[in-house]
Each structure stands twice: as C-alpha cells, then as structure tokens.
C-alpha cells in the first residue's frame, strides 16, 4: 500500500483526540498519517510524558526490567558506498581502514561469550574483500564454536543467494536500516548509484528468508520533513519488522554532510515511544548515537520504551576507527568488557542486564497476554 500523500502540519491536539489515537496503536492497529504526524509534532508537555510513560510501563509488562545486550563486532570499516551521511563511506581520505580476519572475529565471540553475550552482531561496511562466501564462512565457524548463540548480521545489501547462504551458515538475524522511506529524502541523503528500490527488495527478501529483521532510521538527518518520519511509520506497519534502530543523526567528519546540525535527542525518544506502543514485541535498542550526543541518551531511551543495548565487543584499537559520526562513544560503559559499569547505571534507573539471547517472540508465542 502506498501512503506517501503530503500530511498537514497539526498544531494542537486535544486530549480527547490524544486517547484515541493512543488507544487505537495499543489494540494493535496502524494510525493514519494524520495520526503519526500528530503524535510527533503536537503533543503537549503532559501528552509527551504520557506518551513516554505508557511506552515505558507496555516494554516492562512485556520484558520486565531486563535489558537485553548484543555483542557488537565491528568486522570492517571499508565499504564500497559513498552516503552522504556516513563516516566510513568510500571517499572519506581522513580514516584509517581496518578489517578483522576470520581469527579475530572468532576471538571477540571468545571474549564476550567469556562476559556472558548470548549475541554476537556483527556489523561493518559493504567491504568487496569480505565476500559473500568468506562471510558465509565465518557464521558457520561462530555456529559451530558457539551453537546456542544468536548471531546477527548487519553488513548491507547482498543478493538474495548471499542472504539465503548466510541463514543456512546460521545466522538469525539482520539489520539493514532503510534509513528513510521518502524517495526524494533518500536522494538527498545518497548517491546516484544507490536505490532505495533496492534496500526496501533487500528487506522484503530477508523477511521472506526467515531472519529476525531489524530496519530503521535516523531521526534529523539532512532534508527530513514530518513528512518523511510519517512515510518511515507507515513502511514499517507494511514491514512489520522484528527489531527496529532508530538513532538521532549526528555529523561526521569530512563528509558533504560534517557541518549539518544533529538531530533531535526528544524527537527521537518521541519515535521510540510511539514504536514502543505501535510493535510492542519489538527489540528496539537504545542506540549508542543517543548515548553519543546525551550523556544519559541510553538511560533516557530505556525509559522512552527501548530494551535493548549493544556494547562494543570490537578489539580495543579498531573501535575508535568504527567512527560512523564523530566522537562516537566506544569506551568505558559502551565496552563489552565493563558491563558492570552499564549495569550500574541501568540501576540506578531500575533496570538490569540480562544476557537471555533475546529472541524475537510475539506476545501470544510467549505465554503473556
Ligand atoms: S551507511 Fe553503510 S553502506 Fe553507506 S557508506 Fe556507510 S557503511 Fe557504507
């Protein structure tokens, strides 16, 4: 179904209107464009905290306190592509490259499943030298050493022979961000060469293949309109995917993009609630782009709905070349290695890790209401 109309802007909504479109997502339902715009854009400050705190109490009837942690192994920085946001794409003279081999990336699933991780993610640009069939075989040795474990990739848009080998080596899930679902935004933001026809096949054909799939978008990027985080909504009701990254945009360096301002950290706990409430089974992390760009971004997520995080399981001198924005956070209570220090924040906020795999499972699978 194609909703891509242009939504007027709404100034105010009264509390009437405001149950009602609320109580309409919390049955189960997609709202209209008006809907979605009226809830991103003209709450008041008592409906935002209701919002907020609606989401927060439907993630904790649905996963408890428990937070979820996925390894994240950041396996290349080369990529192929050149978006016009990102910090690694192919032009950028200013990074230094690394690519970790098939021992490296063995050594970090070792050392967090050592920690506890039941997830290993492993994550890295479109890089020409980790083809198809060496990736294929690195998820079979991790399936091989680590059987019980969750692997997920999120290494972007391969063909659909390459993602069927990649779920028969065993891995689980995928993440593939659309980024933004509007045409024109998406041509804004990418190069000629890249088609969002293209990333949306690629969804479908991951879907289609049974893996637990993650889509996504950054909140502020350069030209997005309410418009465009309206079309993100109703893609991912048509979707209806299994995990969801949404992050605020931030610049990176020596890019056509370095000198845009960031997105918005409130917009985008505003879209974690309102996603919290639309796919209440959903694994939706608190993204370390928050936690970037607000000191406490990841506890703030966590209470806007979000249940899960991902420290970084990379080796320690790669991490800081993994820099798809600037001054991304890789140290301290972002590393795999000191979780106790994550733990103790998510106390103080009344949450706990926990290191279940964390599968997918819709509510009626799970025995809950
Ligand atoms: S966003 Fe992904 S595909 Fe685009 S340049 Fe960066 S790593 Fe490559």
Redesign the pocket.
Known sequence: MERLEATKPIDFLTDTAYEAFVQRLTSGEPLERHGYAALLSALTEEQAADLQQRARRTAQIRFGTGIYVRGLIEISNY?????Y??????SNPAISRYRLSEEDILACCRQGADIGFRTFVLQ???DPQQDDAWLAEVVRSIRRSFPEHAITLSV??RSEEAYRTFREAGADRYLLRH?TRNPGHYARL?PKEMSLEHRLGCLNTLKQLGFQTGAGMMVGSPGQTLDCLVDDLCFLDELQPEMIGVGPFIPASHTPFAREQAGSIELTLRLLSLLRLRFPDVLLPATTALATLDPDGREKGILAGANVLMPNLSPSDVRSKYA?YAHKRCMGDEAAEQLSLLDGRLQRIGYRIVFERGDYQPAVQAGAE
Do not use: F, K, S, T
């Open positions: 990529c192929r592509n050149n978006c946001y990102c910090g690694i794409r192919r890295g640009g479109e972007g848009e980024e990418h798809l």
